[in-house]
């Protein structure tokens, strides 16, 4: 398996503009989490789906995120209009979920800068 | 909701000394412990976990203890090596809605440098 995929690796926007992340998590699992990664505040988690249903979002910093998930093999994280303090590392992760708590799986991550 | 924490932020030892680094959380409800590892513009990966049923575990040269009655555990690494040089990321997980779903909360990371 190619493991959790995610594009873009970079994105450079400019502020306004809007911004789609895009995950391919491992084939069978039923999980998916999208995470930020910043210097100031660590890993937070933004929304986490389970079977394709959003199941926690009270991560999303404003209504300006939103994520998706069409399937069980793709999810997007769309940011519109995107701001300078939207510029973070943005992990996919994925996991099979199966009564217990498994371990994660994470995408190479996506660079965001917005100028 | 669950809070972990995490400390140090930064841990600089000499090649071949032990290392450690702690971790606490709030709910008492978290019962699963990964810990992660990330190298320099790379993503995190698992190298440790533990459940709540175990107080502690061992992997070569990586160990984690976990004292649920305080709600802490630690990730010990002896005879550290360059290569351990990283973010080592401590989480709390448990289950949401009678076991339907998990929940992952991650500490704020620990710089770990191995000086030569």
């Known amino acids: 398996d190619a493991g959790v995929i995610q594009s873009p690796r970079h994105e450079v926007t400019e502020m306004g503009q809007e911004v789609t992340l895009r995950c391919k998590p491992i084939?069978?699992?039923?999980?998916l989490f999208w995470y930020r990664q910043t210097m100031m505040r660590g890993l937070e988690l933004l929304i986490y789906?389970?079977?394709?249903?959003?199941?926690?979002d009270s991560g999303m910093p404003e209504d300006r995120f939103s994520a998706k998930m069409p399937n069980a093999s793709f999810s997007t994280l769309k940011i519109q209009p995107s701001e300078p303090r939207d510029s973070a590392v943005y992990f996919c992760?994925?996991?099979?979920?199966?009564?217990?708590?498994?371990?994660?799986?994470f995408g190479s991550g996506t660079q965001l800068s917005v100028l | 909701g669950e809070n972990v924490e995490q400390h140090p932020s930064t841990l600089s030892v000499q090649e071949g000394d032990s290392a450690v680094i702690k971790c606490t959380y709030s709910?008492?409800?978290?019962?699963?412990f990964p810990w992660y590892k990330q190298e320099l513009g790379k993503r995190p990966q698992l190298i440790i976990d533990?459940?709540?049923?175990?107080g502690e575990k061992k992997d070569q040269r990586i160990a984690v203890t976990l004292n649920k009655t305080a709600k802490h555990f630690s990730l010990h690494i002896t005879e550290t090596q360059p290569e351990d040089s990283a973010v080592y990321f401590c989480?709390?997980?448990?289950?949401?809605?009678?076991?339907?779903?998990?929940?992952?909360?991650f500490g704020t990371g620990t710089k770990l440098q191995v000086i030569p």
């Open positions: 084939s069978g699992h039923n999980s």
């Open positions: 533990i459940r709540s049923n175990v």
């Open positions: 709910d008492s409800a978290s019962n699963y």
């Open positions: 989480a709390a997980s448990w289950e949401m809605n009678s076991g339907g779903y998990q929940k992952v909360t």
């Open positions: 992760a994925s996991s099979f979920y199966r009564g217990y708590n498994e371990k994660l799986f």
């Open positions: 789906f389970n079977n394709n249903v959003p199941i926690d």
